[in-house]
């Protein structure tokens, strides 16, 4: 057995069965409550992420100040940045480690569901879904899109902070990077339905379960941490 076997695929499948058999052999829900668990489980490395996000939010005001006093200095304008991060604590990279994780977990969970469902191992019928093979109905790979546009929404806040800011200082370069940041709400969206179209429900059902989780985590730490 190699290292992905024995740290991933393994515990994952060892889960999964397990809450299918405690929850009726309805694979639908073990997939949901073990989305849940691995949400619990991730949450210590996940907390440095949200905590970043709102600071980076919080400074938003600041870094727009930057901008307009370092506009012709991009040198200066980077040292003076990376001065303001230190001092605010905020780690622009915080989020880096967690979604890395989220992929990893993505394309461990496709080799389980390959392994368990497509081989007839399980009972695959969740309501009107079969979760062995793609969603014939889109509706799944479109619910998770339209979670994963609700939580780039959620971030929305400080790019229209940033955005307003570049206007005042009428710098188009200074807008270039709110722009792109703005067509990210739609570019992940439709990036998750095109690979809906390609991966098998339970997987798709995974990433709608997990994406409204992290919306749920972001709001919270917007709010309250």
């Not at 800011?165 to 710098?171: N, Q, R, V």
């Not at 188009?172 to 809906?196: C, H, M, R, W, Y």
């Not at 972001?218 to 309250?224: C, K, S, V, Y």
Request: charge should be positive.
């Amino acid at each position: 057995m190699n290292i992905w076997d024995a740290f991933l695929i393994t515990p994952l499948t060892t889960a999964l069965i397990f809450f299918y058999e405690i929850l009726g052999q309805n694979l639908g829900l073990a997939i949901i409550v073990l989305t849940i668990a691995l949400r619990v489980v991730l949450f210590p490395l996940a907390l440095p992420s949200l905590k970043s996000a709102k600071a980076q939010k919080e400074i938003q005001p600041d870094i727009a100040k930057l901008k307009k006093k370092y506009k012709n200095d991009k040198q200066k304008l980077a040292k003076a940045q990376m001065e303001l991060f230190k001092q605010k604590g905020v780690n622009p990279f915080a989020g880096c480690l967690p979604q890395i994780l989220q992929l990893v977990i993505l394309i461990a969970l496709y080799r389980v569901f390959m392994d368990n469902l497509t081989n007839g191992g399980l009972n695959s019928q969740f309501l009107f879904w079969d979760l062995s093979v793609r969603d014939p109905y889109l509706i799944l790979p479109i619910l998770a899109a339209g979670i994963q546009f609700v939580f780039a929404k959620l971030m929305l806040p400080q790019v229209s902070q940033e955005h307003k800011a570049a206007h005042e200082a009428k710098e188009k370069e200074q807008d270039f990077a709110t722009s792109f940041q703005k067509q990210n709400l739609f570019l992940f969206p439709i990036l998750t339905i095109v690979l809906g179209f390609q991966f098998p429900a339970g997987l798709m059902l995974y990433w709608a379960t997990s994406t409204a989780l992290q919306v749920l985590q972001q709001w919270l730490a917007m709010r309250f941490l």
